[in-house]
């Protein structure tokens, strides 16, 4: 379950951050489940999901550039 637990942290992280932030957690986040699992690809949707929205709610990117 070491997929849960990554994801409830991320969510957790992503609730607290800011445009300075964010990034900085995604990049952990994306290098710990490459870690973990060998690559992106079997990145739950939820997570994708997660991520466009908070970027395009703190204004890093409009819809039409994700």
């Given amino acids: 379950m070491k997929k ?3 994801i409830k942290a991320l969510k957790e992280e992503v609730k607290r ?3 300075i932030t964010f990034p900085i957690y995604v990049d952990s986040f994306t290098n710990l489940w490459q870690y ?10 939820e997570v994708e999901k997660l991520i466009s ?7 890093l990117m409009d819809d039409d550039e994700i």
């Fill in 53 to 59: 929205y908070r970027i395009m709610e703190l204004g």
């Fill in 36 to 45: 973990e699992f060998g690559s992106l690809d079997d990145l739950p949707p």
């Fill in 17 to 19: 951050s800011n445009p």
């Fill in 4 to 6: 849960d637990s990554l």
